[in-house]
């Protein structure tokens, strides 16, 4: 049985793991394959601390995206007046939809803060009244605010 060898991911590779990972692989897949590609670098003492520095600074930056997330959280839902004119038809029935481009517009406007558009969840609006949509600021992180989907 062939020993196996510790290598560091100098990319991500897929079913193996991502850059920076420290893996045991098989001599012959080490030799042949990852360190002439480049993909890896046996692991020395050094490499594990240049490792290990690099995912404290990742670490950092992760939680300081956690802060500015939870700041926009706060921003977010201290406003309370969020509303969208529509046309309207018979029954409060309204022509079209409310798109999340409408309701990045609205929090533009309202609070000053820039959302991406593909973070909002909103219900499917086909009437008016009060809305509950959600936007995810971060992995940790998620807003929910009221709409007021009202007439023009």
Same mark, same amino acid.
């Given at each position: 049985?062939?020993?196996?060898?510790?290598?560091?991911?100098?990319?991500?590779?897929?079913?193996?793991?991502?850059?920076?990972?420290?893996?045991?692989?098989?001599?012959?897949?080490?030799?042949?394959?990852?360190?002439?590609?480049?993909?890896?670098?046996?692991?020395?003492?050094?490499?594990?601390?240049?490792?290990?520095?690099?995912?404290?600074?990742?670490?950092?930056?992760?939680?300081?995206? +956690?802060?500015?997330?939870? #700041?926009?959280?706060?921003? &977010?839902?201290?406003?309370?007046?969020?509303? /969208?004119?529509? *046309? !309207?038809?018979?029954?409060?029935?309204?022509?079209?939809?409310?798109?999340?481009?409408?309701?990045?517009?609205?929090?533009?406007?309202?609070?000053?803060?820039?959302v991406d558009?593909?973070?909002?969840?909103?219900?499917?609006?086909? +009437?008016?009244?009060?809305? #509950?949509a959600e936007?995810? &600021?971060?992995?940790?992180?998620?807003?929910? /605010?009221?709409? *007021? !989907?009202?007439?023009?």
């Amino acid at each position: 049985m062939a020993k196996r060898v510790q290598l560091i991911l100098n990319q991500d590779v897929s079913k193996l793991g991502k850059l920076g990972d420290l893996v045991e692989v098989a001599p012959g897949y080490a030799r042949n394959y990852l360190v002439p590609k480049q993909l890896a670098s046996p692991a020395t003492r050094g490499l594990l601390k240049q490792v290990e520095r690099r995912r404290e600074i990742e670490r950092q930056r992760q939680e300081e995206l +956690k802060q500015q997330a939870t #700041e926009q959280k706060s921003a &977010l839902e201290q406003v309370t007046g969020y509303s /969208i004119s529509v *046309q !309207v038809g018979e029954n409060e029935a309204i022509f079209g939809t409310v798109t999340t481009q409408d309701v990045v517009d609205i929090i533009k406007q309202n609070a000053s803060i820039d959302v991406d558009k593909r973070s909002i969840t909103i219900p499917d609006i086909g +009437k008016l009244g009060t809305y #509950e949509a959600e936007i995810k &600021l971060h992995s940790d992180v998620t807003a929910k /605010i009221n709409l *007021q !989907v009202v007439s023009k």
